[in-house]
Every structure is written in C-alpha cells, then in structure tokens.
C-alpha cells in the first residue's frame, strides 16, 4: 500500500472517503507524492486509534481537498458545513491530525449529544452543558472532554483553557480557547506523542512557538489526555471491528 503505485484512487477506496478533489494547479508528480504521504498519515493515523477504515472517513461522510482554493495564511481547514478536510498544496503538512479531529469533533455533536444547534461539535455543545445521549462510549468521549477542558478537580479551567483565553486576550479575538480548538490541539499532542515521526500527520505540539506559550499541554495533564484518549478510541476501535466483522 505504500509504494509508489499508491494513488488518491487508492486512498479513496481503502477508506471509503466520499469524495477526494485536488486541485487544478496540482501537478501530477504533486499529486502523486501528496497520495503517498496521505496513505502513510491515515494509516498511522488509524493504527494511533486502533479503527477501522470507516472511523477515518467518518462511515463514508467525510470528503478530502488537496491543493484547492484556500485561505491566505491557513495551511488546512475543516468546513463543517460540506464535512470536507482541506489541505493547502505547499503549506498543510503536519496539519491532518488537528483536522480530522475538527471532522470527527463535528460528526460525533449531534450523534453525541442531545438537541444541537446546526454544525455544532461534540466538544462545545459538552461546554454548553448540552444533554449527552447515554451511552458507554459517549461518557468515554466525555471523559476526555473533561480533562482537556477542565482543572483536575472539574471546577475550573484548565491551564491549556487558561492559557488559550490570554493568547487570545492578547490578539483581541476568540480562536485557542474554543472548545474544538482546544480539544484538537489535545488530539494533536496525543497523536504526536504516539507517532513523533509521522509529519505529514502532525507535529509542532511540542518545540513550535503555539508549544512555548502553553497552547499544548504538558506534563501530567498531556498524560492524562493520552490516556483518556487511549481508552476512548481502543473502545471505539473495538466496537468497530466487531461491527466490521459481523458485516463481512
């Protein structure tokens, strides 16, 4: 799967993405190289979350863009509104990871989650106190929630929460301190921790700037994270292998 034969053709079908669309300014060999390392990064990707290829498209839901459009200064974006993950051509490396998590933070809010608002995720409709439906896997999802987004003893903010609202402060506007940036920041460090090597993936939660100033966490909290987010997705995994077994 990781030769060189690999092609977006390929990474469509083995994860069943609904749509894969690239751009018209791509070349071929960019094309080609981007198919490859795309592979390498969800296939690491699903073997961090112990899933299926269905977990990674989301059950056929998710669609991927490389190398359309775009936003001056954004490297990768998630657009709820068409469940799309979009990667720029030159600058979206190292940013799979942060949106995919947005993709599934989306998919799992109103499957989660009691009476959301439209494009609501999972991690602010839990902040809004939205009523969860009942569910073991869902009280493992809202365990994580928890622990990023909290203190240890559950009556604060948490330092990443704090840390976020004063970078914000200082920019004069709300972007580290949502819910599902924080949480996919979380994500981030969780999936680095377990792939340090795997770039096209993820990587900066530890040595870029954003690190420095605290807007990923650290020490026993980042533990803590990882270890919520291990036992959430190995029970999810597994539900869905059992799932994917009995179906064929």
């Known amino acids: 799967m990781m030769s060189q034969a690999v092609s977006f053709v390929a990474v ?12 018209r300014w791509v070349s071929e060999p960019e094309r080609d190289r981007a198919a490859i390392r795309f592979s390498k990064a969800l296939n690491d990707l699903m073997a961090v979350l112990r899933g299926t290829e ?23 974006h998630y657009m709820p509104a068409t469940r799309q993950l979009a990667l720029a ?6 940013s799979l990871a942060h949106e995919w998590f947005h993709a ?14 439209p494009f609501q ?11 969860m439906k009942s569910h073991s896997l869902n009280a493992r999802l809202a365990e994580c929630l928890k622990i990023i987004l909290l203190s240890e003893d559950g009556t ?18 709300l972007y580290y301190a949502r819910p599902e940036e924080l949480c996919a920041r979380a994500f981030e460090a969780f999936v680095e921790d377990a792939l340090p090597d795997s770039h096209f993936l993820v990587r900066g939660t530890r ?14 909290h980042r533990q803590a994270i990882s270890r919520a987010f291990s036992d959430y997705f ?10 994917k077994a009995r179906t064929g």
């Open 89 to 94: 051509k030159n600058a979206g490396a190292g």
């Open 54 to 76: 269905a977990l990674i498209s989301l059950r056929q839901t998710l669609g991927l863009q490389f190398g359309i459009g775009g936003r001056p200064g954004v490297a990768a």
């Open 12 to 23: 469509r079908r083995q994860f069943e993405f609904r749509s894969i669309e690239i751009g």
């Open 207 to 220: 040595h870029s700037r954003e690190a420095v100033e605290g807007l990923y966490p650290t020490g026993e």
């Open 104 to 117: 599934f933070d989306h998919y799992m809010g109103a499957r989660a989650f009691m009476q959301t608002a």
């Open 234 to 243: 190995a029970s999810l995994g597994a539900a869905l292998h059992r799932q």
């Open 121 to 131: 995720f999972a991690s602010s409709a839990w902040l809004d106190g939205k009523a």
């Open 156 to 173: 604060a903010p948490s330092e990443l929460f704090r840390n976020s609202t004063r970078a914000d402060r200082g920019l004069g506007t």
